[in-house]
């Protein structure tokens, strides 16, 4: 069972929340968490690398001298890989690399990574942030008072809030994500997670719901 404190935007402590890992996920499996996040990262590769075939290069296809005779090695054309200005002999091609998991799996996954920031205590707990216009300065301001400034942070929301989203926008190594948006890379990624508690309870609600239907399906 893990405590967090609540903070308000000044840095007062306001309340504070008893949450066990467990309620999110059962346990936390490494290769999954591994799995998810190689998956996340290879679908953001463009895969647009390409090199010239010895087809594709500019050049004659005339035999460049005779076949014997001259005491040189055969050769023929001049678009040979092995020879300067000539075309790749395994030449890259563009491709995808995006796959995917099955859909549980990568929710699974995502509970894991909330479960895990949980117990190394790589979350702090916000009762609510709302800020009335976009304002960088202002939002800079929440983070240093919370303690997570100077290092990588995602801030988690409850929904989408358009104010917090440009005010953090500008900031570096700080994202902005609603909870139902987040992933195990997402979640991995910085060193810090900043959640409102609203959004907590939302991950706490959904997981319950879950472990009930699962369990109703067992049953029945």
Do not use: F, W
């Not at 472990?211 to 049953?219: D, G, L, M, N």
Request: glycine share 6%; net charge positive; with cysteine.
């Amino acid at each position: 069972m893990a405590s967090l404190t609540v903070y308000d935007k000044t840095g007062k402590e306001v309340d504070s929340i008893e949450i066990d890992p467990t309620e999110l996920a059962p346990r936390i499996n490494k290769q999954l968490l591994h799995d998810a996040v190689v998956m996340y990262q290879a679908n953001l590769r463009h895969g647009a690398a390409k090199s010239k075939t010895r087809a594709e290069v500019s050049g004659s296809t005339k035999k460049m001298y005779r076949q014997k005779g001259t005491g040189n090695a055969r050769a023929g054309s001049r678009r040979s890989g092995i020879r300067r200005g000539g075309g790749h002999i395994h030449a890259k091609q563009p491709r995808d690399y995006s796959y995917r998991l099955p859909r549980k799996a990568l929710i699974l996954a995502t509970r894991m990574a909330l479960a895990s920031k949980i117990r190394d205590d790589e979350i702090v707990l916000i009762d609510e942030l709302s800020i009335s216009e976009p304002k960088t300065r202002e939002m800079v301001a929440v983070i240093k008072a919370l303690g997570c400034d100077g290092t990588s942070l995602l801030v988690a929301t409850d929904g989408h809030d358009v104010n917090v989203y440009k005010s953090a926008r500008n900031i570096a190594n700080v994202s902005v994500s609603q909870v139902s948006d987040l992933n195990a890379l997402s979640v991995l990624r910085p060193r810090r997670l900043l959640m409102t508690k609203a959004s907590l309870e939302a991950v706490r609600e959904k997981a319950a719901a879950s472990k009930q239907a699962k369990e109703t399906e067992a049953a029945s």
